[in-house]
């Protein structure tokens, strides 16, 4: 018998698949909230033995123990940070991923699911009013596809100035912290940029700070779609005005944001994206995918392709064929298909149905900025551009905050972590969930009475 083909192979195949679809049939999932590592240690204890625990006890563990103790990123009151809330279609056609075995880094050994994936990337690249030759890959995240789309920026600036061999970026202090990790990581420099009285960046002042700093010592100039704490947009249009004018590579970080371009009520906030050297997006945000997949886009891929692409004897068969691989686009050799959820739900639904989801999201934002300001004892800190709401309750300290918050997840009702700006606490909603209701803010909103 093969060492991993155990006696219950079928009983526990059908276990998992039953665990699946009970998961999925939940609506809304429970909420749940974490414990302690102690409570864990006590209550679960020692999984990994010499001869297994057995597939059936594994499961058990997790869908009693385990399971529990992880917070549901997919509740529609989880509300902090950027939630993860996939179709069910998506969620389901990640275990055929999962279960197919696929390496998607190749055209030669995934060529269907990577024909696949750059299908769902060019809806993106033609939301974005990205040329016909645009194309890219799905990455594990924002993270990855800032730090990829960076290192392409930088080896295609120092391949025309050689001899000045520059290294830094400008951003503003809303750009995701992914971009100063990037930095970091290149041994590179991040200029920060002031911004204007609605948080966006100053396309004046970034022209001035890359004048004072020197031109030729920057690479690339990182706008951003949808910040994290914020929402705010970026003037992309006027950012691209000064990245031509001095020879920059634009990218857009849409990581969360960059969904809006598929919700015609907000379109109009992101005119000059299609003038971006590199772009990316979470599907795993707001774009109703699973963990973990971020679409990274660029205008010319043959950049990309000149910074990424690892050389190796064995590899020659792939890196010497004409066809699409997405390795060569990205930090890593080794990827699954990541995209193929993402494809399914969008071949399953068609595009219309997301540009009505997000829109749900959208009017429910409006729904919390209006319920805000109309209560007393409650501020907006900002209208809202895209569906993050920030707003600081009147009175209340630091500790209020968290003490507040505590209490919404000690009785189940909500997730919603506050956040810090200018050295105030404030509560903040993001709302990426299209089963996120209007009842839903209420609820929550009258814990703040």
Request: with cysteine.
């Amino acid at each position: 018998m093969p060492a991993f083909r155990d006696s219950d192979h079928d009983v526990l195949g059908r276990a998992i698949l039953a665990y699946a679809e009970h998961r999925l049939a939940l609506h809304p999932v429970p909420l749940d909230a974490p414990r302690t590592e102690a409570e864990l240690d006590a209550d679960v204890g020692e999984t990994i033995t010499a001869d297994g625990i057995g597939g059936l006890p594994a499961l058990n563990l997790f869908t009693r123990k385990l399971a529990p103790a992880c917070l549901s990123t997919d509740h529609p009151r989880y509300l902090s940070f950027i939630p993860c809330a996939p179709s069910d279609s998506a969620a389901m056609f990640d275990l055929v991923v999962g279960a197919s075995s696929i390496y998607a880094g190749s055209w030669l050994e995934g060529a269907g699911a990577v024909y696949a994936e750059n299908q769902a990337l060019r809806w993106i690249a033609d939301l974005a009013g990205l040329p016909a030759r645009a194309g890219g890959v799905f990455v594990s995240g924002g993270t990855i596809g800032n730090l990829s789309a960076l290192v392409a920026a930088r080896h295609t600036a120092r391949a025309k100035r050689p001899e000045s061999r520059p290294f830094r970026i400008a951003a503003t202090e809303f750009a995701h912290s992914s971009v100063v990790s990037a930095a970091d990581v290149m041994d590179a420099e991040v200029v920060g940029v002031p911004v204007d009285a609605d948080f966006r960046m100053d396309a004046q002042a970034l022209r001035t700070a890359i004048i004072d700093t020197g031109p030729e010592s920057f690479f690339a100039v990182v706008a951003t779609c949808g910040t994290t704490n914020f929402g705010v947009v970026d003037d992309l249009a006027a950012v691209a005005a000064v990245c031509r004018e001095f020879g920059l590579w634009f990218h857009v970080d849409g990581a969360y944001g960059g969904a809006g371009l598929a919700a015609p009520s907000v379109r109009h906030l992101y005119a000059g994206i299609e003038a971006a050297d590199s772009f990316i997006v979470d599907p795993h945000k707001w774009l109703f995918a699973p963990f973990d997949c971020c679409a990274l886009i660029y205008r010319e891929p043959e950049l990309a392709r000149a910074a990424h692409t690892q050389r190796a004897g064995y590899l020659d068969v792939l890196t010497e064929a004409a066809e699409w691989n997405p390795a060569d686009y990205s930090i890593g050799l080794t990827r699954r298909a990541r995209g193929l959820p993402f494809w399914f739900s969008l071949a399953t639904h068609g595009t219309a149905a997301y540009t009505e989801a997000i829109e749900h999201t959208l009017q429910i934002t409006r729904f919390a900025a209006q319920a805000i300001n109309e209560r007393d004892h409650l501020e907006l800190v900002r209208e809202p551009d895209l569906s993050v709401v920030v707003f600081r309750r009147v009175g209340w300290e630091p500790a209020d905050y968290h003490a507040w918050s505590d209490r919404l997840l000690a009785d189940q009702l909500g997730f919603v972590v506050p956040t810090t700006y200018a050295g105030q606490t404030l509560a903040r909603f993001a709302i990426v969930n299209p089963d996120t209701s209007a009842a839903d803010i209420e609820a929550i909103l009258d814990t703040m009475a």
